[in-house]
């Protein structure tokens, strides 16, 4: 199993962040040329041209030659792997499995972007606790003064067989982060039952609210760390924006770093949730997780509310994407259910929730949404027992029978667990 470990490069000489950059800048010039070789020639002979023939196209290009031999090489790599998903979505479109006007061919990426720096095994030299980074010989030709670039390579990976190393340019190459992959030989995991599963249900202040099918015991993970984030950053983002219009200045540094932090920060939160959500399931012997999502949510809010900007900002692939990783790892099993109307629906009156276009109108349910005044206080349901549950954690479990779940007794389950879930703030 390969892992990878992201640090930021801190310390280095204003010059080698210079040579970093350029060497992304020649990266992204051989993408473009591989690139237009494959491009052209589907659309001459409707085929594919593969790694072999295409390295003969590229090889002689001043940008292949100011790269390390091994970046060149898994820069045609990737450029393959690209044409060979594109190819097989074009055959699930002839089939009818996916939709035509969702497929297209790879395109080129920005005229002043940058493209990451890929070395693999043979390419990877570890000395003194740093790593080196390969360049070629025309490279230090252009930069006779300089001499190496080393990065602090993490004292925890030592005994760890790496298998790559990624250079990847952040914010237009102002700022680089580095990625170590390497293999972890695999633990022993304690046994897991896919019958017993965790319903999840992701939200704005409530990132997300997690429902064990077994007894009913819900926890949710706080979102409103992220919300404080994003507002002190888009403050101070408009701030700093209103100074660039009005003196007609370039994106400055300031605005660089501030977005640099903001995603370090989010991405930190994100990556230490699903970490939470992970050991709870293993933990607790869960082999499912189901994951309730709407496939326009992001659509159907309005656009330019402060709810849309803060719903925007908050990246929660950055959360699903481990747990969607998990069939491998640690043998959990990732579902996503369509959650359209587990809102109304009352999980305690076991209400039939309807599965496909069918919506809350054409169906009566038993409890009512909590507002603040008559009904109860905002954030609650009130099934039709007058029992009030927390909303979230009723949404979360109405996932469950929706995905074909037994469900667990709901009058049995502790009225604490549902009106008043664990609420946790990871730091």
């Not at 990878?4 to 000489?13: A, T, V």
């Not at 041209?49 to 002689?60: A, H």
């Not at 309807?354 to 409890?367: A, D, I, L, M």
Request: glycine residues 6%; hydrophobic residues 35%.
């Amino acid at each position: 199993m390969y892992l990878p470990q992201s640090n930021q490069i801190e310390g280095l000489h204003k010059r080698e962040y210079e040579a970093l950059g350029e060497m992304c800048r020649y990266a992204k010039g051989l993408y473009n040329v591989g690139l237009y070789s494959i491009r052209q020639y589907f659309f001459a002979e409707d085929g594919y041209l593969r790694y072999e023939s295409n390295y003969q196209v590229v090889k002689d290009n001043e940008s292949y030659a100011w790269l390390q031999a091994g970046v060149g090489q898994q820069i045609l790599t990737v450029l393959e792997r690209s044409f060979r998903y594109f190819f097989d979505l074009l055959k699930k479109a002839k089939s009818g499995e996916y939709r035509y006007h969702d497929v297209r061919v790879p395109r080129y990426p920005e005229k002043d972007g940058y493209f990451p720096l890929i070395f693999s095994t043979n390419a990877i030299v570890i000395k003194d606790g740093y790593f080196q980074v390969p360049m070629s010989r025309e490279f230090h030709r252009l930069h006779p003064d300089l001499e190496r670039i080393r990065i602090p390579f993490p004292s925890r990976l030592e005994a760890e067989t790496i298998k790559e190393v990624r250079i990847l340019p952040v914010e237009k190459a102002r700022f680089f982060t580095v990625q170590f992959v390497y293999e972890s030989l695999e633990e022993a995991q304690p046994t897991l039952s896919p019958d017993k599963a965790l319903a999840i249900d992701l939200g704005l202040d409530n990132l997300a609210t997690c429902v064990n099918r077994t007894d009913g015991a819900s926890f949710i993970i706080d979102g409103k760390n992220l919300k404080s984030i994003n507002h002190q950053c888009n403050v101070r983002m408009a701030t700093l924006q209103s100074i660039v219009d009005k003196e007609k200045l370039p994106r400055s540094e300031q605005m660089a770093k501030l977005t640099r932090n903001r995603t370090r920060q989010v991405h930190d939160y994100m990556t230490k949730s699903a970490r939470y959500i992970v050991h709870y399931c293993l933990s607790h012997e869960k082999g499912t997780i189901i994951v309730g999502y709407h496939p326009d949510w992001k659509r159907e809010i309005s656009i330019g509310t402060q709810h849309n900007q803060n719903f925007v900002e908050r990246p929660h692939g950055q959360l699903l994407n481990p747990l969607e990783n998990l069939d491998e790892r640690d043998d959990i099993q990732y579902v996503e259910q369509e959650e359209s109307d587990t809102s109304p629906a009352s999980f305690l009156d076991d209400d039939d929730i309807p599965v496909g276009n069918r919506t809350h109108q054409e169906v009566k349910f038993s409890g009512k949404q909590g507002k603040q005044g008559k009904q109860g206080k905002r954030g609650l349901y009130r099934a039709s027992n007058s029992r009030m549950v927390n909303a979230d954690v009723n949404r979360a479990a109405n996932i469950l029978p929706k995905s074909n779940h037994r469900f667990f007794d709901g009058e049995r389950v502790a009225r604490g667990l549902l009106a008043n879930p664990l609420r946790g703030q990871l730091t």
